[in-house]
């Protein structure tokens, strides 16, 4: 599977933006999609994911609450929605998938096969 993510950009603080990850190869409900970023000088971190049943998932504490992943079988694609944007959640997010356990959410980056490119994010203050 291909995965490519847009929908980043510059906004300020309190907005919010709704990522895209658009898969091309095979149905994306085959997999459980997982959304990481990574910031200026920081180590990739897990956002949030679902399982390939669609019926888990799990957030990181400092976005639970404010982000909502999702899927749209129909237009093979998952969602990233960013509401309450900070400052600190500027970085640079990618989406993966991963063919893991049916109900298994990847919560580590070494537990997904296969990567998008990254679409900035950059909160202003």
């Known amino acids: 599977v291909q995965l490519q993510a847009s929908g980043g950009g510059l906004v300020q603080a309190g907005g919010s933006l709704r990522l895209s990850c658009a898969a091309s190869?095979?149905?994306?409900?085959?997999?459980?999609m997982g959304w990481f970023r990574q910031a200026p000088g920081k180590e990739r971190e897990f956002v949030a994911a679902?399982?390939?049943?669609?019926?888990?998932?799990s957030y990181t504490d400092s976005v639970n609450g404010r982000f909502t992943i999702s899927r749209d079988n129909a237009k093979n694609t998952a969602y990233l929605q960013m509401n309450s944007l900070k400052s600190e959640d500027t970085a640079v997010y990618y989406c993966?998938?991963?063919?893991?356990?049916?109900?298994?959410?990847?919560?580590?980056?070494?537990?997904?096969?296969?990567w998008g490119q990254g679409t900035l994010v950059t909160v202003s203050s």
């Open positions: 993966a998938a991963q063919m893991r356990g049916w109900r298994t959410v990847g919560l580590r980056s070494d537990e997904y096969d296969y």
């Open positions: 679902f399982s390939r049943s669609g019926d888990s998932t």
């Open positions: 190869g095979r149905t994306i409900s085959s997999y459980g």
